[in-house]
Each structure stands twice: as C-alpha cells, then as structure tokens.
C-alpha cells in the first residue's frame, strides 16, 4: 500500500474543511474523511486529485465516487458503532472504509468480477471490519440479513424488494433513485423502515451515480 505522509493528512484536512463548508456536519463522517487515505484508492500518479472534492475513474467504466457524495450518504445513514451495515456497489471500496472507519461491520457488494477480484484483496489491508461478496445486488444478501442500514452506491431504477426485507425495523436505506423520464440523474431517498414494516420517505436533492444493473457483468 502506498505511504500516507503528512502531506497526504494536510490535503485531508483540507478536504475535511471543503466538506464543512459544504454543509456536511456529522463528527464521525467528518473524522472518517479525515482518516481513510483516499489517495491508497486511486493509482499513485493521480494523488494529485485524491483529496479534491470529485469523482474520479477507478477503471472498468466505473469511479470512485465524490467525497461529498460519500459523506452526504454517510450522514443520511445515521451510523453508530457495531451496525451492521450493507453496500451495494463496492466499485473501489472507499465508501465501505468510510463506514468501517465510523465503526460499522460492513457487509459490501460488487456485481463486476474484475473489480471485485481486485478491491478484495485491497480492503484486506486495512484494519477494518469489511467482507466482501460478489454478486447482484439487488439481491442482497439474506444469509447475513437483517441488516441495520443499507446503503444504495449506484443509481437504481427501483427500490429492490428484496433489501426492503433485510432490512431491521426501525433501519435506514439510502438509495438514489432514478428520475423517471431520465435514468442518468437520481434523487437521494432515505427510507426507514416502520416497526409495522411500512417505510417512510425523504429526499434529499439530486445526484448522479452509475446505473445500478441486474445479474454479474464483465463490462
Ligand atoms: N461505493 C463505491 C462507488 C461505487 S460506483 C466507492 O466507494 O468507490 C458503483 C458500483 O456499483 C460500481 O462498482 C458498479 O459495478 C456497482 N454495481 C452496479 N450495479 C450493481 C449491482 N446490481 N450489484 C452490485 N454492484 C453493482
């Protein structure tokens, strides 16, 4: 794993602060931000970007998402200490380190072989509390469910029954759902789950994911 320098913790703090000004208020998102070493994601010569506030490609047709993404999902998420919480969409693994970083026992999805094959290994390196599936997510995964939180890192066409039911009463599922007359742009929902099993709905502006798609791909 590449070295984590000073210079790497200073441009984190920097990206801490952007993140505030942004309106982002959560300590623990803010302190995990300020921890993981996000430019370890990214290759080596594209450290420069590694700490600004965007997006960026990770390979595969897929991107890391933006750090004020990570941290607006983060904080809809309401994390505390010891959750189980699921991911669909492990893409490069940064939003599941986040979330471990803040103490949950992440459970994280990928449905790309190459990705997956490539980004296991990679979080097996950190110190954090993070297993790793292959599979589709809108499925899932019951053997480990129910779960606390459920976080949603593509954008879905539908809310998938299936993780409805894994979800705890009284647990929280972040999803950016598609527009209908468009599917590259979502909106933010967070749905909780009622202890009479019926979900209660915000929303939280728009975003921009790649298209969450059904069954293992190669592409
Ligand atoms: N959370 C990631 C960003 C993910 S980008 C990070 O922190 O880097 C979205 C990811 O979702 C991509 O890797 C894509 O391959 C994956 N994906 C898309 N549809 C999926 C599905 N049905 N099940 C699991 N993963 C899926």
Redesign the pocket.
């Known amino acids: 794993m590449q070295e984590d320098s000073y210079r790497h913790k200073g441009m984190r703090q920097h990206l801490v602060q952007v993140l505030k000004d942004k309106g982002i208020t959560d300590e623990a998102v803010l302190n995990a931000i300020g921890t993981v070493p996000r430019h370890v994601?990214l290759d080596s010569s594209f450290v420069e970007f590694a700490y600004q506030d965007k997006a960026f490609p990770?390979g595969?047709g897929?991107?890391?998402?933006q750090p004020f993404t990570?941290a607006t999902q983060s904080q809809l998420l309401c994390v505390t200490r010891g959750m189980k919480v699921l991911?669909?969409?492990?893409?490069?693994?940064?939003?599941?380190c986040v979330l471990a970083q803040m103490g949950a026992r992440v459970f994280t999805?990928?449905?790309?072989r190459n990705?997956y094959m490539k980004t296991k290994p990679f979080l097996a390196e950190f110190p954090y509390n993070i297993r790793t599936f292959l599979?589709?997510?809108?499925k899932g995964l019951p053997t480990y469910a129910p779960f606390d939180r459920i976080i949603i890192?593509?954008g879905a066409p539908e809310v998938p029954q299936s993780l409805i039911e894994q979800l705890k009463p009284g647990g929280i599922m972040v999803i950016p759902l598609n527009h209908d007359e468009d599917e590259t742009t979502q909106h933010m929902l967070r749905l909780t789950k009622q202890t009479d099993g019926s979900l209660s709905r915000e929303e939280f502006g728009d975003c921009k994911?790649?298209?969450?798609?059904?069954a293992i791909g190669r592409d």
Not at 62 to 65: A, E, G, K, P, R
Not at 109 to 112: A, G, L, N, W
Not at 209 to 214: D, G, H, N
Request: charged share 15%.
């Open positions: 994601f990770i595969s897929q991107t890391i998402s990570v991911e669909i969409g492990t893409g490069s693994g940064y939003q599941a999805i990928e449905r790309q990705l599979g589709d997510g809108n890192t593509a994911f790649v298209p969450m798609l059904k």
